[in-house]
């Protein structure tokens, strides 16, 4: 997994990037209607319900448009919300508070659903012991955020991208020609790049279960696109040699029965790819 200080690198990246997309060379309707020394308050209304996220991020954002600007958190990220609960006040420069507005509105909405989704895999995996992972199904430009979104959720992050974790899915197996080539040619990549990188081989059926435990050195077999009676049959199978995850089209209706076949994890691209944005507002006061 990526380091709490490139994660941080991600986050800046990603508020430079949206402010100079959303601002460019200035917010004229702000600069042509509000005086540059005008004061303001605003609060963040709820106008749905679910798992809020994004409070942090927020902060992180008005604080980049102008540190003059404060914050009083009512709510913080992970916290239950509905109808007409007030997440947070701001206040500070009126032209700060609008310029900051709509990226602080776009990403929390959206972090807002994906927590709320991931709770509820969370909560239909209560008891089981099997943990929901999300995957690189993402928004290209803001994948932290919707990472950072499925943790307040309670759900694990999977690899952060292509460089910090070995994954050979059926593409890389064919090519590699064969599971056994793949996974041996990985093992001397690493050996001779000097990398420490945990290796996920993806499964097909139970005759490439068999093939990968031939080999030492798997992190975790992706058990992908099985049914429940051969999920079972994988994971007896694999027994305590590596860790198991189960993936392919998993959703609310099905994922606690596969949470019941033993497996350690599932992954589900619907966590940040299949959600609608909860609906926030920010309103002067």
């Known amino acids: 997994m990526i380091s709490k200080e490139q994660f941080n690198k991600e986050i800046e990246g990603i508020i430079v990037n949206a402010i100079r997309e959303d601002v460019g060379d200035g917010d004229h ?3 042509a209607c509000i005086p540059k020394t005008a004061k303001g308050k605003a609060k963040l209304l709820v106008k749905d319900e679910g798992i809020i996220a994004g409070v942090e991020f927020a902060k992180e954002v008005f604080g980049y448009v102008d540190p003059d600007m404060t914050i009083e958190t009512l709510i913080e990220d992970g916290t239950s919300v509905k109808y ?5 006040y701001v206040e500070g420069p009126s ?7 709509r990226l602080v509105l776009n990403a929390m909405q959206r972090m807002s659903a994906i927590a709320t989704k991931t709770n509820q895999f969370v909560t239909l995996l ?3 012991g099997t943990k929901i992972l999300d995957t690189r199904k993402t928004t290209p430009g803001i994948r932290a955020l919707e990472k950072w979104a499925v943790k307040i959720g309670g759900g694990e992050n999977h690899r952060f991208a292509l460089y910090d974790m070995i994954m050979l899915k059926d593409n890389h197996i ?3 020609g064969g599971i056994t080539k793949a996974i041996n040619k990985t093992k001397q990549y690493l050996k001779e790049t000097k990398r420490d990188l945990k290796i996920i081989v993806e499964a097909r059926n139970m005759d490439e279960i068999k093939e990968i435990l031939k080999s030492d050195g798997v992190y ?3 058990i992908d696109n099985f049914n429940y009676e051969d999920t079972r049959k994988a994971v007896k199978l694999i027994g305590d040699n ?12 099905t994922v606690r029965k596969y949470a019941e076949c033993g497996v350690d994890y599932i992954s589900s691209g619907a966590l940040t790819h299949s959600v609608y944005n909860m609906d926030l507002s920010l309103k002067a006061v």
Not at 84 to 88: A, R, S
Not at 95 to 101: D, F, R, W
Not at 243 to 250: P, Q, R
Request: glycine fraction near 12%; charged fraction near 25%; hydrophobic fraction near 35%.
């Open 242 to 253: 590596c860790l198991t995850e189960s993936s392919g089209g998993i959703n609310e209706k």
């Open 220 to 222: 975790r077999i992706l």
């Open 29 to 31: 309707s702000s600069l």
């Open 174 to 176: 064919d090519f590699a």
């Open 95 to 101: 032209q700060s508070i609008l310029k900051a507005e």
């Open 126 to 128: 209560e008891g089981t």
């Open 84 to 88: 007409g609960d007030i997440v947070f």
